[in-house]
């Protein structure tokens, strides 16, 4: 199985997909999966207007399983919807058409990284694509009303990528999300507010627009 020509849909080339994951889809990637669809809303009032498509897949996925109860309180603390979720197990094909795959682990990225499909330059974990973001210069991505977002989110993959062997993390826990499963919910809210805080720079710099205050 090979990945079709500038992935997004069935090959068009007008969409950019993310992919979140992690290990069971029911706590860390739903979460991130809903809270970055939620910021995306904020930012573009229709983000499929923009051509971005987010979702979540896990390496151990509850394949049907609906969201942990309390990853459902945490998105109701930010005000994002957790209607309609369904799990799923990571597939071949979720890692094909990804745009940019972002794991709530080391482990996680090294399992997609090893599904093949040339996933290494756009898989991250997500706090590791967070502080790769940080660090580039969003003057010298494509303007998002020029150029469409889409290409202002490819743009910044091969930033990151290039960046990668030189903004290394200061320890290794720096670049993960443990998991709250089965936890209390004060711990799935402080990996909540983590995810959160992790996201908002993501998606200003797939954007070009800064978070309502």
């Not at 199985?1 to 069971?24: C, K, N, W, Y």
């Not at 809270?35 to 904020?42: E, G, I, K």
């Amino acid at each position: 199985m090979t990945a079709p020509e500038g992935r997004g849909i069935a090959g068009q080339t007008d969409t950019f997909r993310i992919l979140h994951v992690s290990t069971g889809n029911v706590c860390r990637s739903p979460i991130t999966e809903r809270l970055t669809r939620h910021a995306l809303v904020d930012r573009l009032g229709d983000p499929l207007q923009g051509g971005l498509i987010v979702e979540s897949a896990g390496t151990w996925g509850h394949e049907g399983a609906p969201m942990e109860a309390n990853a459902e309180v945490v998105l109701a603390d930010f005000g994002a919807d957790a209607t309609g979720f369904v799990g799923r197990e990571l597939l071949d094909e979720h890692v094909i058409r990804a745009d940019l795959v972002l794991t709530a682990t080391r482990d996680h990225r090294a399992q997609v990284i090893s599904m093949g499909h040339s996933a290494g330059l756009r898989t991250f974990t997500l706090k590791e694509f967070t502080r790769l973001v940080r660090a580039i210069d969003p003057a010298t991505l494509p303007d998002a009303s020029d150029e469409g977002v889409v290409e202002r989110a490819r743009a910044l993959v091969r930033a990151a990528a290039a960046l990668r062997g030189w903004l290394l993390a200061p320890t290794a826990e720096a670049d993960e999300v443990y998991d709250p499963y089965g936890a209390p919910i004060t711990f799935f809210r402080s990996v909540g507010d983590e995810i959160n805080q992790a996201l908002d720079p993501v998606v200003t710099a797939l954007t070009g627009v800064s978070a309502p205050r």
